[in-house]
């Protein structure tokens, strides 16, 4: 059953086979699979459960629903928005439902660099497969590529750049462009409709929402219970507290919040090497009405300058088709004045993608006094050449497709309206706050390795000298582990419930 925190007013205390903090693409994955193994199984979510009939597709109620802080998390010195969901489901739930699953040669990489070789190409691959086939994964048909995704690969062709349609686990997508704030329609095959569900069913699966972890009891080498608040859902006040005793217990918090869980056991390494893969949005205007935000918001992009290679991992970058809501919209871009007035009155006629830019492990989550996240992560130079080719290319790509102006995500651009505008690129400063950021894909900070020094997990996803504490999700990762972590993830979770059955 799904049970919320209105129905536990005075707290719980209870026992469990297997303690699963975190509903998302690694919790519950975990969770069916290990329901369904017979084991039994206690979720515990901090957000709410939204079903579809609940998702009024209102920016203004379903952002405080659906993420974290309302949408509103952001790094140390407010440079880039980090966006997760915070729902019965986790960001499976609000994500662009992009189906992009480890590449081998990144696979490889983590052998040579850190040690990460239990598990052969043909396991991860295994886990691909099962990953997929959980969430009704299948690939985007031309047909219901919005004509915002048909601009974007017509111009890529026009200019030399190859990309193609994305793999989604849609089925029977009724192309609202309403998929950052919920699926009303359930056609989004996410984890709270599929895995969570199969959890449910097997009689052995409990869900508390409305549950806030704060701490994990510990006798020597064991974890020996979870302990948080019920919270009261508008207010986020403290309720009442809860404790579970377990055999065994899951982390699947994300790279931003499992962290914090494990201040005083995850050693040295904890909370470093944070990957945020910052995108920035670019927008155009063109002639006629395109309506961006209406069918598959994602669907379709350009990535003959990414870079995937087992001596360097995931660079390079990619630009992507993308629909947005107009909240979402303001807020993404450094226009104001006439500029802005003139984009939200051609709204219609806009087209847009994000440049997406993988960056190099490097910044790192702590715990504030009052216990939240300090994200502190600075822009690295080799993320920022690429970002500035990426904004080249992106605006050549518009241009050539008829764009009447193409704007940049740079304070103090001007719009670009003729190749000669280009050279602003290169010449405007990136750096925090000069330019929106977004993060949708927060990696690290929990990281997989063979030396407690180095790493928080070992190349089972164990906590280095716990015997019964996995963590299963994007945290774990040593480096960018794919331009969309959902499939990654899901494919940790598999792996990493196959050590325990």
């Known amino acids: 059953m799904i049970r919320s925190g209105t129905q536990v007013p005075t707290g719980f205390t209870a026992r469990t086979d297997v303690c699963i903090i975190g509903s998302g693409a690694g919790g519950g994955v975990a969770a069916g699979l290990l329901a369904e193994a017979g084991r039994e199984v206690l979720v515990l979510e901090e957000g709410r459960h939204v079903p579809g ?64 070789d239990r598990y052969s190409d043909e396991r991860w691959e295994e886990a691909s497969r099962a990953s997929q086939e959980g969430v009704f994964a299948n690939r985007i048909p031309p047909e219901m590529v919005n004509l915002n995704g048909q601009i974007l690969l017509e111009g890529g062709e026009k200019t030399g750049h190859s990309g193609g349609c994305f793999d989604h686990n849609r089925v029977g997508c009724v192309s609202s462009g309403y998929c950052s704030v919920g699926c009303a329609y359930d056609a989004k095959k996410s984890v709270a409709v599929t895995w969570i569900p199969r959890a449910l069913a097997t009689g052995r699966a409990l869900v508390q929402t409305d549950a806030r972890v704060e701490s994990l009891e510990r006798d020597g080498a064991r974890i020996t219970a979870v302990v948080g608040s019920i919270i009261e859902r508008n207010t986020n006040r403290v309720v009442a507290p809860f404790r579970v005793e377990a055999d065994h217990v899951i982390l699947a918090a994300g790279a931003i919040h499992s962290p914090l869980l494990l201040d005083g056991i995850g050693g040295p390494a904890l909370g470093q090497n944070l990957s945020l893969n910052p995108q920035a949005p670019l927008t155009a205007l063109m002639s006629g009405d395109v309506k961006h935000y209406r069918g598959i918001p994602q669907a379709a992009y350009l990535d003959d300058e990414e870079v995937i290679s087992a001596e360097l991992g995931l660079g390079g970058y990619r630009i992507e088709s993308i629909g947005s809501t107009p909240g979402m919209a303001a807020a993404s871009m450094p226009i104001w004045g006439p500029t802005a007035r003139e984009v939200f009155a051609r709204f219609n006629q806009t087209v847009a993608a994000l440049v997406l830019v993988p960056d190099r492990p490097g910044g790192t989550v702590t715990r504030k006094a009052n216990g939240r996240p300090n994200i502190d992560y600075t822009l690295q130079e080799g993320w920022k050449r690429a970002l500035r080719r990426g904004l080249r290319v992106g605006a050549e790509v518009y241009l050539a497709t008829g764009a009447d102006s193409v704007l940049l995500p740079l304070v103090g651009s001007t719009p670009i309206r003729n190749g000669d505008d280009l050279a602003q690129i290169d010449e405007l400063p990136i750096d ?62 598999h792996l990493g419930v196959g050590e325990l059955l």
């Open 53 to 116: 009939e609940d998702m009024t597709q209102r920016e203004e109620e379903m952002y405080p629903l659906l993420y974290r802080d309302g949408g509103s998390q952001y790094t140390a010195d407010g440079g880039v928005s980090v966006l997760q969901g915070r729902t019965l489901g986790g960001s499976t739930v609000v994500n662009m439902a992009d189906v992009v699953p480890i590449e081998l040669p990144i696979l490889e990489h983590w052998r040579r660099g850190f040690g990460l």
């Open 432 to 493: 925090a706050n000069w330019l929106p950021l977004i993060s949708a894909h927060p990696q690290g900070t929990c990281r997989a390795g063979t030396e407690r020094a180095t790493s928080v997990v070992d190349r089972r996803f164990f906590v280095h000298g716990i015997q019964n504490l996995q963590v299963l999700d994007a945290s774990v990762f040593p480096t960018t582990s794919s331009s969309h972590t959902m499939i990654p993830v899901m494919q940790v979770a």
